[in-house]
């Protein structure tokens, strides 16, 4: 009987320590939807600070995103070695966004080249994919509803080239990455689960 409810514990301590580890993945949604924000707002308030020379907004997102890169895979080093081990899922999860960041590189790259290229719709449209892949392991919903919203948002403006992709920016990143972070953050650990 001693070793059957010791068992119990155990189990109940695992998956209540998966459950706590989500609450770093929801800091990088939340930290990456305000840094997008941020940066889209400035660039929309002020264009012509931003795009001064022929390359300036190209170095104004690359820079930005770079030390915001470097903060955040910071953030997430500490985070594993406060916690001390590394779950398949977070493993899975780590995978993904590597892949989506080498996925940003390699669109950032191509619209250098090509001139007529715009990187944000190919970018949004690779964050939706992501963004529902992330939210089906996880099991939840906030998530991939946020990735179909972006999938969505993303079709609708390939339809609609002439709409401001700054706005487009700040609207696809709150939608779908902001509000679902924030919601995964304040999420009850019951809502949370372990595939």
């Known amino acids: 009987m001693d070793n059957t409810k010791k068992h119990i514990e155990t189990i109940a ?7 706590e580890n989500l609450k770093p993945l929801s800091i990088n949604f939340i930290f990456w ?10 660039h929309y308030t002020f264009p012509s600070l931003v795009q001064s020379t022929k390359y300036s907004a190209f170095l ?6 770079i030390i915001g890169l470097v903060f955040m895979v910071y953030y997430n080093t500490k985070t594993r070695k406060n916690i001390g081990y590394e779950t398949h899922l977070s493993r899975v999860i780590k995978i993904i966004w590597i892949v989506f960041s080498i996925s940003w590189f390699y669109v950032i790259i191509l619209s250098f080249f090509l001139k007529n290229f715009h990187p944000v719709p190919s970018i ?12 089906l392991i996880i099991k939840f919903n906030q998530i991939i509803f946020g990735g179909i919203f ?6 609708y403006l390939n339809l609609n080239p002439g ?5 487009v920016n700040i609207v696809g990143v709150s939608l779908g990455m902001l ?5 995964l953050f304040y999420s009850k650990s019951t809502n949370n689960r372990d595939g």
């Open 13 to 19: 301590s695992v998956i209540k320590s998966t459950k």
């Open 33 to 42: 939807g305000i840094f997008v924000n941020i940066l889209s707002i400035f």
């Open 60 to 65: 104004y997102w690359i820079i930005s995103s």
């Open 124 to 135: 949004l449209f690779l964050l939706s994919l992501i963004l529902i892949m992330t939210g």
């Open 150 to 155: 972006l999938l969505i948002f993303t079709f």
């Open 163 to 167: 709409i401001n992709l700054l706005l």
């Open 179 to 183: 509000l679902p972070g924030l919601s």
